[in-house]
């Protein structure tokens, strides 16, 4: 569960009980949520990666990465597919972006990670967030990103850091974004692909 979720159900839980609470309480959890709020939509990037590693999570071995947003992971006894929040990757069928794309993920992670789940999509894949389990914790997702591996996916991403990256990417002409195609929005080539 992430920080902020956290406080938003202990300030809920507090004002169910409103004899326990004290008008200051409820102003200092408030400014944190609001805090909190104010750091992740505006200023994320001022903020070292490890500093943003979630209270929660799994930790997880690798079984497979399947392509350059897809990963299944062992947690426990559980195994997970798991689809990287906010991007979207070049598929493998977009030669020979989809291939770097897998490869290039391959190559940033560790056998061990840490999965921050977020959603559950419509396939009934686990969404989430990607660390690594370092003493500087990376976000596997973001890094996909900086590195021009993957594009931010608009339509499912709200984090402000991620389209920075994009950025940054983008005027680099880091691997998708050397050339222009249908690689740099793959959501279009799977749209075309179906129609």
């Known amino acids: 569960m992430r920080l902020q979720t ?98 290039a993920l391959k190559s940033i992670t560790p056998s061990e990670v840490r999965l921050l789940k977020i959603d559950q999509d419509q396939y009934g894949r686990t969404v989430g967030e990607i660390y690594t389990t370092d003493a500087e914790p990376r976000l596997l997702n973001l890094e996909q990103v900086e590195n021009g591996q993957a594009a931010v996916y608009p339509q499912y991403c709200n984090s402000r ?13 880091r691997g998708i974004w050397s050339r222009r195609g249908t690689h740099q929005t793959p959501w279009d080539y799977r749209r075309r692909s179906r129609g």
């Not at 959890?29 to 909190?36: E, Y």
């Not at 850091?161 to 002409?173: G, N, P």
Request: hydrophobic residues 40%; glycine residues 10%; proline residues 5%.
């Open 6 to 103: 956290f406080l938003k159900h202990y300030l809920r839980s507090k004002l169910r009980n409103p004899g326990r609470l004290s008008a200051r309480s409820v102003g200092g959890v408030a400014l944190a949520v609001l805090g909190l709020w104010a750091v992740e939509h505006w200023g994320g990037d001022l903020i070292p990666n490890a500093w943003k590693l979630p209270l929660s999570g799994k930790d997880c071995r690798v079984e497979k990465i399947s392509d350059g947003d897809t990963m299944r992971l062992r947690c426990g006894t559980q195994l997970v597919k798991v689809r990287l929040y906010c991007i979207d990757a070049p598929e493998m069928a977009q030669k020979p972006w989809g291939t770097r794309s897998r490869d």
């Open 161 to 173: 850091r991620y389209f920075s990256a994009e950025r940054e990417a983008q005027a680099a002409k």
